[in-house]
């Protein structure tokens, strides 16, 4: 029967709720669902008032009479306070879809039906049969524009051929007299005026052909949302052959326009080098003319110069004379000159080696002072070091001891063993530290500077701990208040979602907000609660999306990008996740970007981005504004009713 009615514009929704899946039955009786035909109500039971009946609106074959005739469209205000008043077998329904029947029975607006969907689709199916026509005259006039484009094309090709030969003439006659110069700006004039008729169809053919774009364009969009049906395979067929020719045609008038708009590009360069040339060539007279002025001048003075310098031959020759004469007595006092200031360089040499020798003899015997110095210091320091030890160890007088009268060889060997000892003594003893007070106090110094150190570590782990306490103090505040919102916002769009039900968000894991897990605990309507593991793939698939819904609501974000999120989804709940994503754009502002194969999703959207292949092997990107082409197709579609 779905096949049968023809529904106005905006009463899909109405009729596909009041009647649902009864539409789907067929008209033969030997169908195991049909209709049957029956007189009509003689007399009809009256609607109440304020009800329009469907029978005056919807054309339906004559098995629907009885149900068109007792199906009322009202307001939806009006709808439930007209319910007590209804008859038996009387049924309301408003344009949004909501149904009041006499026995009680109610459904709410904006409930989706298969019936409604696809009486939507056969008036779309309509209107798209509509814009192929509209396309395909479209394309006619843009074959004709195409064609024009050609003509005038040739024309302009013709008219620059002709320019051309007439600028080499005038070239010619530039270069051969100066006199043909009031002709070739005739001619200069003449070839503006042609470029700015030639300019003026060049815009002309542009905006054809912005205008066959947009018609190509909106016969694209069109046999794109065509469905896939047997009875307009040929048709698209056809529009698509009449899109080629009218594509190759474009192109080849496109090529056409290049080609033209390069050669005037050529030509408005010649023009520029033409008068750039001319300019050169006025200069170069104007220098040529003050270049004989200056050579005259030149010649002038070069003339007066020859008649002062006829004399000036003897007096050179008088002068080389004297330079001669000059130059021998210089040579020979250089001569005398360079003898005396060899034999002082010879004096000098031998005085410096003199004093090198000098100074050699002068340093050794100073180094030989200094280390003499130098043995006398040490032997006062060692003698001082050993008068300490002996002082300090043995308790005696350091002094030496007074030779005995005679030395025997007792006495030798004694004080040889004694020697013996004690330089064995002082080998052990090791040799002595003159910097040790200088090391003792940069030590000091360093374990200040490691205590100081120290004691601000210790400052500073301490005042870090705080902060630390602190950002953790603050973060359970926020992650706890941020976490009410989202699970309040999560069980509200669940129940949306889900049409009821009942979710919730929940810490595991730990008291501590920071270190606890999430789990996602639901409920679908007619189910147990249950972990979000537990459910099946379409009701993970709704769960999270309430989630991350929920999220967004919290913290907005401008763009959102969701890649497959429709394909476990079934009819219904696509339609649920479409409305909720325009009520997220409407309160956030959030954009969306969707990537899906769905076409409920992508009847949806705003715009879509894809690419097909109208050739084989070659691929296209397309873009479809969903809205701009409604708006197209509205004018059309008025008229047609």
Request: glycine letters at 6%; a negative charge; aromatic letters at 4%.
């Amino acid at each position: 029967m779905v096949d049968s009615l023809s529904v106005p514009p905006g009463l899909e929704t109405a009729l596909g709720a009041a009647l649902g899946e009864e539409l789907t039955s067929a008209a033969d009786r030997d169908a195991a669902r049909h209709w049957r035909e029956l007189p009509a109500f003689d007399p009809s039971p009256a609607l109440p008032e304020g009800a329009q009946p469907l029978s005056a609106l919807v054309q339906g074959p004559p098995a629907l009479a009885r149900v068109l005739s007792q199906t009322g469209l009202v307001d939806q205000a009006s709808g439930e306070a007209c319910q007590t008043l209804l008859a038996p077998g009387q049924v309301l329904v408003s344009r949004e879809g909501a149904v009041w029947r006499w026995d009680g029975y109610t459904i709410r607006a904006g409930t989706p039906t298969p019936a409604a969907v696809r009486l939507q689709q056969r008036n779309r199916l309509s209107v798209l049969q509509r814009d192929v026509e509209f396309a395909a005259a479209d394309v006619a006039a843009a074959k004709s524009a195409c064609e024009a484009a050609a003509e005038a094309d040739l024309a302009a090709t013709s008219a620059e051929k002709e320019a051309r030969a007439q600028r080499s003439a005038a070239e010619q006659r530039l270069e051969q007299a100066r006199s043909a110069h009031q002709q070739l700006r005739a001619r200069a004039a003449e070839i503006a005026a042609r470029q700015a008729a030639t300019e003026a169809q060049l815009q002309r053919l542009m905006l054809e052909r912005e205008e066959a774009s947009v018609g190509l364009a909106s016969a694209q969009v069109a046999e794109n949302a065509l469905p896939d049906l047997g009875a307009l395979r040929n048709a698209v067929e056809a529009v698509r052959s009449e899109l080629s020719a009218a594509r190759s045609a474009e192109a080849e008038a496109r090529a056409a326009l290049e080609a033209l708009m390069r050669e005037h590009a050529v030509r408005t360069a010649r023009r520029s080098a033409i008068a750039a040339e001319r300019a050169n060539w006025a200069q170069r007279a104007t220098d040529a003319e003050y270049r004989c002025q200056e050579l005259a001048t030149r010649r002038e003075t070069a003339e007066a110069e020859y008649v002062a310098m006829q004399a000036a031959p003897g007096q050179v020759a008088t002068r080389r004379a004297e330079a001669l004469d000059a130059l021998e007595a210089a040579e020979a006092a250089h001569r005398s000159a360079s003898a005396t200031l060899q034999h002082a360089v010879d004096h000098s040499t031998h005085s410096d080696r003199a004093a090198r020798a000098a100074d050699a003899s002068l340093a050794t015997a100073r180094e030989d002072a200094v280390r003499a110095e130098g043995a006398a210091g040490q032997a006062e320091q060692a003698w001082q070091a050993m008068e300490e030890r002996i002082t300090e160890r043995l308790g005696t007088n350091p002094a030496m001891p007074d030779p005995p009268a005679e030395l025997s060889p007792e006495i030798e060997d004694k004080a040889r063993r004694r020697l013996e000892r004690l330089l064995k003594e002082r080998e052990e003893m090791g040799p002595v530290n003159l910097r040790a007070d200088v090391e003792a106090e940069a030590v000091d110094k360093q374990i200040a500077g490691i205590t100081a150190e120290r004691d601000e570590l210790t400052t500073a782990i301490a005042k870090l701990r705080g902060s630390i306490g602190h950002l953790n103090r603050e973060g359970r505040d926020r992650l706890g208040s941020v976490f009410e919102q989202i699970d309040r916002n999560f069980q509200a769009l669940f129940t949306r979602m889900f049409g009821g039900g009942k979710a919730h968000l929940a810490l595991v894991g730990s008291d501590d907000p920071l270190e606890a897990g999430m789990e996602i605990y639901a409920q679908p309507p007619g189910k147990k609660l249950a972990t979000l593991s537990l459910l099946s793939g379409g009701e993970q698939a709704l769960t999270a999306l309430s989630l991350i819904f929920a999220v967004f609501r919290c913290n907005p974000a401008p763009v959102c990008v969701l890649d497959e999120v429709d394909a476990p989804l079934d009819d219904a709940n696509v339609d649920r996740f479409c409305t909720l994503l325009e009520d997220m754009v409407r309160d956030t502002a959030t954009r969306f970007l969707v990537v899906t194969h769905h076409p409920l999703t992508m009847a949806r959207m705003d715009r879509l981005y894809g690419v097909t292949m109208q050739e084989r092997g070659v691929s296209r990107l397309l873009s479809v504004d969903l809205q701009r082409a409604a708006e197209m197709a509205e004018p059309p579609r008025l008229a047609a009713e």
